[in-house]
């Protein structure tokens, strides 16, 4: 079993960065590929990021790329996302979760969200 806990959201302007984290426990940690994924409101959840057991790979949906970079510390347990030149667009709230392999599609543990907002 794990559990996910983010932390990190909060309010900031267009142009501006935030870092999200996300704190694991659970012995098992390592094994996981880790993602990002968001909700806008009224919007469906979609996927943001995805980071490999041991950061050998990652991935993004085209709307973050080069703006925003996942990365893990499982000496932590913890999961990051630094989102830099944030825009409105990027308002949503921010859930980590956890898959099996690099390959599922189907998340295991999910955390409760953190929102982020950014203003105009």
């Known amino acids: 079993q794990v559990q996910l806990v983010e932390s990190g959201g909060g309010l900031v302007q267009a142009g501006g960065s935030l870092r999200l984290s996300c704190a694991a426990s659970?012995?098992?940690?390592?094994?996981?590929?880790l993602n990002w994924f968001r909700q806008a409101p009224g919007k469906e959840r979609e996927f943001v990021a995805r980071?490999?057991?041991?950061?050998?790979?990652?991935y993004y949906t085209d709307s973050v790329k080069g703006r925003f970079t996942i990365s893990r510390d499982n000496a932590e347990n913890t999961l990051y996302l630094q989102m830099n030149s944030l825009k409105p667009d990027d308002t949503a709230v921010y859930y980590c979760?956890?898959?099996?392999?690099?390959?599922?599609?189907?998340?295991?543990?999910w955390g409760q969200g953190t929102q982020v907002t950014v203003s105009s």
């Open positions: 979760a956890a898959a099996d392999s690099w390959n599922s599609a189907t998340m295991k543990y």
């Open positions: 659970g012995h098992t940690f390592s094994t996981y590929a």
């Open positions: 980071i490999d057991w041991n950061s050998a790979r990652t």
